[in-house]
């Protein structure tokens, strides 16, 4: 599975567009881009998935470049209730069957 | 639909003794995962099942634990003779046969954390 490295903590204010950035050089072809948020004290939950150029849920984006050896994960407009650990993950989305590979993630802090 | 459930939500347990982590995959699910996390750290695969069967275990150590998915009731993980390096949380997770694209692949339990004194 692909390496992935993402900022260790990011700080926002409330209100603000927080974008996180994940680089994953070694990408391959079958390999699709995953966002996880975990809560402390809970178990990580999914935020959203893509391959190529952008998607967009009620959540969040996600940009992938035409390289896609990087991704963005865009949250509009952050709460405090925002404030978790983003993981970005990479790996066969044709298999959901396949163990997730997480690094240390981004810790994002939302100030009021 | 009920979500991933993990029991006990918290176990303290002292060295030497017995561990047993306890989960119930979401209804028509029949992919188990167990992970384990330590502070400040992200999560570390440890063993993937299917009922009755053991698929992957590349991620457990190979002493003291040990996984099972019976064809009824929970997914056990079972850690023997534990060891204070053991205290983390333990993360079960679920997926169904066959998962759609753009969807979580995997649903996570709220944790069980083992502390070992």
């Known amino acids: 599975l692909a390496k992935t490295t993402q900022p260790i903590s990011m700080d926002s204010y409330e209100g603000q567009e927080v974008n996180i950035t994940c680089s994953h050089n070694?990408?391959?072809?079958?390999?699709?881009i995953t966002w996880y948020q975990q809560f402390p004290s809970q178990g990580p939950r999914f935020i959203i998935q893509?391959?190529?150029t952008k998607v967009t849920n009620e959540v969040a984006s996600l940009f992938i470049p035409a390289d896609r050896k990087s991704s963005t994960l865009s949250l509009p407009r952050v709460s405090l209730s925002d404030t978790a650990v983003y993981y970005c993950?990479?790996?066969?989305?044709?298999?959901?069957?396949?163990?997730?590979?997480f690094g240390k993630g981004t810790r994002l802090s939302v100030i009021a | 639909n009920a979500g991933v459930m993990q029991n006990p939500r918290h176990l303290v347990r002292r060295r030497g003794q017995e561990a047993r982590l306890r989960c119930s995959p979401m209804?028509?699910?029949?992919?188990v995962y167990w992970y384990r996390q330590l502070p400040e750290e992200g999560l570390k695969f440890m063993v993937y099942?299917?009922?009755?069967?053991?698929?992957?275990e590349s991620g457990m150590p190979k002493e003291r634990f040990s996984a099972e998915f019976p064809k009824e009731g929970p997914s056990i993980l079972r850690i023997q003779q534990v060891v204070r390096g053991d205290s983390a949380a333990y993360f079960c997770?679920?997926?169904?046969?066959?998962?759609?694209?753009?969807?979580?692949?995997?649903?996570f339990g709220p944790g069980t954390r083992l502390t070992v004194l």
């Open positions: 070694n990408i391959a072809t079958n390999d699709y």
């Open positions: 893509g391959y190529k």
């Open positions: 997770a679920s997926s169904p046969l066959v998962p759609g694209l753009g969807t979580d692949t995997q649903y």
């Open positions: 099942l299917q009922k009755e069967n053991i698929i992957d």
């Open positions: 993950l990479v790996g066969d989305g044709n298999s959901g069957n396949t163990p997730l590979v």
């Open positions: 209804k028509g699910h029949s992919h």
